[in-house]
């Protein structure tokens, strides 16, 4: 039995479909300005980001830093080249994010899980847009020749 490990680049065969290529681009663009915005209001800390890292148990202090990281973060997932590396840092910061609103008790589906669905959009894009991963982590099994 041989294990074929070829990686598809970016311009193989096994490109996504038009459709597929364009939704994951948009999946990823909504994730990129959201995260964006994020990073840059926590940059110059306005009156609802000072109040919601206070009522987050978090000083003041904590906003440039965490602006600076979300920045950076949002930076590897928006170059392709370094994009799975910034989906994996991003899960990390989101998961981050969750643990926080679990333990001040915020409501489950609209502040708990805002970081899921936001990691969810974002891997999916990613997955949508990136052959090396689709080969990677196939949800389909190839079918096997019939004798």
């Known amino acids: 039995m041989t294990v074929n490990l070829d990686i598809p680049s970016a311009t193989s065969p096994a490109r996504p479909a038009s459709l597929s290529l364009w939704a994951g681009r948009a999946m990823s663009g909504l994730v990129i300005l959201f995260l964006l915005l994020d990073g840059v209001i926590k940059l110059v800390p306005i009156a609802p980001v000072i109040e919601t890292l206070a009522g987050l148990g978090y000083p003041v202090e904590f906003a440039r830093a965490l602006g600076v990281l979300t920045l950076a ?4 997932y928006a170059v392709p080249r370094t994009a799975v590396l910034g989906a994996i840092l991003l899960t990390g910061l989101l998961g981050g994010a969750m643990a926080t609103h679990l333990r001040v008790g915020s409501p489950v589906f609209t502040h708990l899980l805002f970081g899921f669905y936001l990691g969810l959009l ?3 894009g990613l997955y ?3 052959a090396r991963l689709r080969a990677l ?6 079918s096997a ?3």
């Not at 973060?73 to 590897?76: S, V």
């Not at 982590?137 to 190839?142: E, I, Q, T, V």
């Open 73 to 76: 973060c949002t930076i590897l």
């Open 122 to 124: 974002a891997w999916g």
């Open 128 to 130: 949508l847009r990136d």
């Open 137 to 142: 982590l196939p949800f389909a099994r190839p």
């Open 145 to 147: 020749p019939r004798s």
